[in-house]
């Protein structure tokens, strides 16, 4: 990988322009693959990222690994959660390897961050156990806020990368149709798709709003059934019959 990872460091912070979104969205995914899962399974994930994910995962799974390529991203993670029970291994996606298989694979806000989707997809292929299930979650470039902007002429484009996505080391972004055709052109079959967050309006005005928690809660859950207008969005996939 041509980035270096230590140098978004600053993102993963609570000082983040959108950690008001990330406390949400990261919060919120782990609990729904959980919540399709069982504890017994075995879980393989990439990426450490803010650590919200992994935390969580780390308290329900009875096997986790975790990869990150970022000595810093896991020393905070270590700091923030030093009683975690994850297994973490540094090194990049590309060069990983391992005899394990997994019941469940997670690519929590991978694939918008690696140089080639493609590579990735179709190498941790071979670490899926027979049957096994494979969650990928990204940011959603054609949600409902987004196209609130673009129809009031503030976002030429709404698959163009902002600040924010800058900051974080984005590298793409995704909707439903091109997330699916993603997974598809890798080999795999996509059996569910789910909403993070229906997030209408900015991260500004949200926080202006001072919402409850009830509605918060609200919104992801009405999100689940709208992919396509969420602020990110989750699919399951399974490795497509050969």
Same mark, same amino acid.
């Given at each position: 990988?041509?980035?270096?990872?230590?140098?978004?460091?600053?993102a993963?912070?609570?000082?983040?322009?959108?950690?008001?979104?990330?406390?949400?969205?990261?919060?919120?995914?782990?609990?729904?693959?959980?919540?399709?899962?069982?504890?017994?399974?075995?879980?393989?994930?990439?990426?450490?990222?803010?650590?919200?994910?992994?935390?969580?995962?780390s308290?329900?799974?009875?096997?986790?690994?975790?990869?990150?390529?970022?000595a810093?991203?896991?020393?905070?993670?270590?700091?923030? %959660?030093?009683?975690? &029970?994850? $297994?973490?291994?540094?090194?990049?996606?590309? =060069?990983?390897?391992?005899? @394990?298989?997994?019941? *469940?694979?997670?690519?929590?806000?991978?694939?918008?961050?690696?140089?080639?989707?493609?590579?990735?997809?179709?190498?941790?292929?071979?670490?899926?156990?027979?049957?096994?299930?494979?969650?990928?979650?990204?940011?959603?470039?054609?949600?409902?806020?987004?196209?609130?902007?673009h129809?009031?002429?503030?976002?030429?484009?709404?698959?163009?990368l902002?600040?924010?996505?800058?900051?974080?080391?984005?590298?793409?972004?995704?909707?439903?149709?091109?997330?699916?055709?993603?997974?598809?052109?890798?080999? %795999?079959?996509?059996v &569910?798709k $789910?909403?993070?967050?229906?997030?209408?309006? =900015?991260?500004?005005?949200? @926080?202006?709003?001072? *919402?409850?928690?009830?509605?918060?809660?609200?919104?992801?859950?009405?999100?689940?059934?709208?992919?396509?207008?969420?602020?990110?969005?989750?699919?399951?996939?399974?490795?497509?019959?050969?």
């Amino acid at each position: 990988m041509s980035n270096d990872l230590d140098t978004f460091i600053a993102a993963y912070s609570d000082s983040f322009g959108y950690a008001y979104d990330n406390n949400i969205i990261l919060n919120w995914y782990p609990r729904r693959i959980m919540a399709l899962c069982t504890r017994e399974q075995t879980l393989l994930e990439l990426g450490v990222g803010h650590g919200f994910s992994t935390n969580h995962f780390s308290q329900f799974f009875s096997e986790h690994t975790v990869i990150d390529g970022s000595a810093s991203v896991i020393n905070q993670f270590k700091t923030q %959660y030093p009683d975690s &029970r994850a $297994e973490i291994v540094e090194g990049y996606f590309e =060069t990983f390897d391992t005899d @394990k298989r997994f019941d *469940l694979i997670v690519m929590g806000f991978v694939l918008e961050h690696v140089e080639d989707p493609q590579v990735i997809l179709q190498k941790f292929k071979r670490y899926l156990a027979p049957g096994g299930r494979c969650f990928v979650a990204v940011p959603n470039g054609e949600s409902l806020h987004r196209r609130f902007g673009h129809e009031a002429g503030l976002l030429d484009d709404m698959m163009a990368l902002g600040q924010g996505d800058l900051e974080l080391g984005h590298m793409r972004s995704y909707s439903v149709q091109t997330l699916t055709a993603e997974l598809e052109a890798a080999g %795999y079959q996509v059996v &569910r798709k $789910e909403g993070i967050f229906l997030k209408p309006f =900015t991260t500004g005005q949200l @926080k202006e709003l001072n *919402l409850s928690a009830d509605i918060v809660a609200a919104m992801c859950t009405v999100g689940i059934d709208y992919p396509e207008l969420s602020c990110a969005m989750m699919v399951e996939a399974t490795v497509a019959a050969s």
